[in-house]
């Protein structure tokens, strides 16, 4: 064994052992890892956090970028198949269409384990899903809200996630739940920006000139930080103060956010963890020692940070982490 081998072995363990758990070797497996692409800040550290625990676990990590196309990751995953690999991780762009390509990975015996998005199919066709409850994060994003604005009447904007994909679906869900009982809180524009930041700005741009520059919205839920980025921008453009003439609540937690809340631009995120392989490994090693089977959802903390929460030092903490 090499003394790089070693060493990523060794930080492999340290890992391990801080989170609690003792993970099995899992060293010269190969794993194939389906992405979606790159729309997010989110996006870009669940990659390189996925790539550094495959290097220090020494799993030889097969990489392939959808671009945010589901057909491209119908064919990643045949491809490996093809190529025998002992496992399969993917984080599904949508959440229809993957009865086929899973049953194939099924009949092939090559575990498939899903990362931070949800699928519609029957849970017998992935060992385990690490991801967060997408419903509780749209629920702590309007319990905020709703706290937040009292008895103000409050026309909120809803910038929605990639179309069919499970965040957008479940996030929407539990901020409507959240604010159901609030008869003075309204959505009063929902659309999506597709989780991306240029869009996020083009969408409030629209949906600023729709409603009087700006002057009748209350606040904005995004789905996720990098269209609330966006977001901040176009109200900005408008002549209007973001965080304070519109509050702004999104979901993720990553630095530029954190910036923007520093700077009272920004009002709210929940963290999802972009440490989503982590588990994934861990889950992927237990079964394969001794046969463990996961719980079928390995779910991670939604949790809320505010003002409140010394930003400046959550943005420091994320900085580095491939954001
Ligand atoms: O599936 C997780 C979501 O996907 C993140 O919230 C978002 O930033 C990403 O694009």
């Not at 491209?72 to 093809?82: H, L, P, T, V, Y």
């Not at 996020?200 to 930080?225: P, T």
Request: glycine share 10%; hydrophobic share 45%; net charge negative.
């Amino acid at each position: 064994m090499s003394i790089m081998t070693k060493l990523a072995l060794a930080a492999g363990l340290a890992t391990a052992l801080s989170s609690g758990v003792l993970a099995q070797d899992i060293s010269g497996r190969v794993i194939g890892f389906s992405q979606i692409g790159s729309e997010s800040g989110w996006r870009a550290a669940e990659t390189s956090l996925t790539r550094q625990e495959a290097e220090a676990r020494g799993v030889d990590l097969r990489f392939a970028d959808a671009q945010q196309k589901q057909e491209n990751q119908i064919r990643a995953i045949r491809g490996f198949i093809a190529q025998g690999v002992d496992a399969i991780l993917v984080a599904p762009v949508v959440a229809t269409g993957w009865e086929d390509v899973l049953s194939e990975a099924q009949e092939a015996e090559i575990p498939v384990v899903l990362l931070d998005r949800g699928i519609e199919a029957s849970e017998d066709l992935y060992l385990t899903a690490v991801m967060s409850d997408q419903v509780l994060e749209g629920r702590v994003a309007g319990e905020w809200l709703v706290e937040t604005v009292g008895s103000e009447e409050c026309k909120v904007v809803e910038l929605q996630g990639t179309v069919g994909s499970s965040p957008a679906i479940s996030r929407k869900q539990g901020f409507e739940e959240a604010i159901a009982g609030a008869s003075n809180i309204s959505i009063i524009r929902s659309q999506t920006g597709d989780f991306t930041r240029s869009k996020g700005k083009e969408v409030m741009e629209g949906f600023l000139k729709a409603e009087n520059g700006g002057a009748d919205i209350c606040a904005v839920y995004a789905h996720n930080d990098d269209m609330a980025v966006g977001a901040i921008q176009a109200i900005k453009d408008a002549g209007l103060k973001p965080g304070t003439d519109i509050l702004v609540v999104s979901i993720d937690a990553v630095p530029d956010i954190f910036t923007a809340i520093a700077a009272g631009e920004a009002n709210a995120t929940v963290e999802l963890t972009p440490n989503m392989a982590g588990p994934a490994f861990d889950a992927l090693g237990a079964y394969w020692a001794d046969g463990t089977e996961p719980e079928k959802f390995i779910i991670t903390e939604s949790r809320l940070y505010t003002a409140a929460d010394d930003p400046q030092g959550e943005y420091e903490r994320r900085k580095d982490l491939g954001y």
